[in-house]
């Protein structure tokens, strides 16, 4: 697993409001890594099912993680599409993880800065949760744009290990 992705960086607004931001600088064209964040086959290889995925502002998305609880449960998110500019920015606001942005910004042909934006709701304890937990989704983009994609068959062998190593960063990091 890529281990590359920096840090991600938190703010909080209005006392619960977290505005999480990652900022990742990737050697993959732009159309190659929108195709990965807004399309149910590139979302597959790395974050979610998409079993809706209506490619327009107000269209309909239902992302279902693949990876499951200790009792066999999976995170589905639905929602809508509350920004989208094809190439350049892909926006959902869902249930459960608020709003996520994808924008994109191509340099040259073959190299992208990507702003991820993560925001939602929650108590601290959470927003430190959210920040692991998209740090190691976004490894898992970089290793499927790297061609080592964590698709259904991955998604078995899946463990909170990563997740609960980069949490424990996080928190040291306050």
């Known amino acids: 697993m890529a281990e590359t992705v920096p840090y991600g960086t938190s703010e909080t607004r209005e006392g619960d409001v977290h505005v ?7 050697p993959h064209s732009a159309d190659r890594i929108w195709a990965a964040v807004t399309t149910p ?6 974050l979610a099912a998409a079993d809706e995925l209506e490619h327009h502002i107000g269209g309909a998305v239902a992302l279902r993680w693949l990876n499951t ?8 998110a639905t929602g809508t599409v509350t ?29 992208t800065v990507v ?16 920040l692991a937990g998209w740090h190691s989704r976004l490894e898992y983009l970089t290793d499927a744009l790297d061609g080592r994609p964590h698709d259904s068959s991955a998604w078995s062998d899946w463990t909170a290990d990563r997740w609960s190593r980069l949490r424990a960063e ?3 990091r306050e």
């Open 115 to 130: 702003r991820f934006t993560n925001e939602r709701r929650g108590t601290d304890a959470e927003r430190l949760d959210c």
């Open 41 to 46: 086959e590139g979302l597959r290889e790395w």
């Open 69 to 76: 609880d200790a009792e066999g449960r999976s995170t589905v």
């Open 83 to 111: 920004a989208w500019d094809p190439e350049r920015v892909a926006e959902y606001t869902v249930s459960v993880h608020g709003r996520i942005r994808f924008h994109l910004q191509a340099v040259g042909t073959d190299s």
């Open 20 to 26: 999480l931001r990652f900022e990742l600088h990737l």
């Open 170 to 172: 996080y928190a040291d």
